[in-house]
């Protein structure tokens, strides 16, 4: 625990005014999961709290009938629908602390393969159920919970056959948006030219909301380890007065892989990093690898570290889009070639910059087909920290210092990569 602490409260210090109450909120709720927080006001008042809380649930049943229940502390207005390939049922409503008593009450049962649960937005929250095989609602009711005043949702599947599911898929289709946010749908374009004076570097810090990403043995979560190291490494590399850099999130909050894209693209970056510290089935896999964009896979690693990235829409109950494999067509095109070429580049650079100074995988510089990294006319790596699913690398990357340090080693390398350019 004490490491998750050190990590919490160095994010604090060093973050801006307008995300220490949103990281301190993440602090409580690590710390106790029982105490009722906003996780935007930082509202702490148990009597009155900001949002819902969903204290306890459980997943029982077979495979032809199973029943799914969530206990909430108030009556809310909640919506649900079915997702193909892979078939999913999402639970859609306000914005929900979940903050079960026991989270084994959510394991696999039935026909419900997983649960995940987290926010989407500011104002919105799903439960996404994985499902085994197709099925259909026959219950879903919030009914009020004896002399407790709370209220209890309950969801009954029964067993269906493909095309009674797929019927009810292309039925409640219409009524829920396929990929992401609205506004990202025309973002994909560039936006006309216009004078910057400066270098505008973006940091896509994975994960977030209900999509936490990869898990460290001390409960650390990948997408509060992203966010804080993103923090710092925006520290460093605005150090230079040469550089504006934006982040893709300030907060804990869900953003769908094109609306990444969208990001950059809508910000005219001269340079987009990606920040992850994912989880391998090999335990002894540990060091810092930076990737970019390739048809191919370099290695096997690299393929399945892609292969999971690239879910993350899937994992907070969203439509696989295929929109960005237009981009990767456009891979075949000059001004692609011209992008690859410098992100490789720059991949190298921060690779020279951290040698002997962090622990680095063999053979640190891979490629795969990362979806965020498909922005065609930006350079893009995706910077592996390490590995979560390796004790040392978890222990080191919630230090801050550690974190501080590589900041720094990358914001020299950023430094070196526009040496003797001028911005736009």
Known sequence: MGSIWRFIFASVIRAKAHTVRSILAAAILIVSPATVVCAET?????????????????????????RVFVDFDRKLDLDHFFMDNPGRMVIEGPAVLFRFADVRGLAAAGLVKSARYGTMSADRSRIVLTLSGPVAVTRFETVEIEADRKYRLVVDLAAATPEEFAKAVAEQERNHARNGEAEARNDLARPPAGAKGRFTIVIDPGHGGIDTGATGATGVSEKELTLAFALQLRDAISMESLFEV???????????????????RRNRADLTIAVHADSVRQNFVRGATVYTLSRTASDGLAAE??????????????EFDSRDDAVGDILADLTARETSAFSRQFAGTVIEQLGGKVALIKNPRRSAAFRVLKTAEVPAILLELGYLSNAEDEKLMTDPVWQKMIANEVATAVRRFFEGRIPD
């Open 305 to 318: 570290l892609a292969h999971s990235e690239n879910l993350s829409d899937i994992v907070a109950g969203l």
């Open 42 to 66: 930082g509202e702490t008042d148990p009597e009155n709290p900001v949002y819902a809380v969903a204290y306890a649930g459980r997943i029982a049943g077979d495979a032809t009938a199973t």
């Open 246 to 264: 934006k982040l893709t999130r300030e907060e804990d909050i869900f953003l769908a892989l094109n609306e990444r894209i969208a990001f950059s």
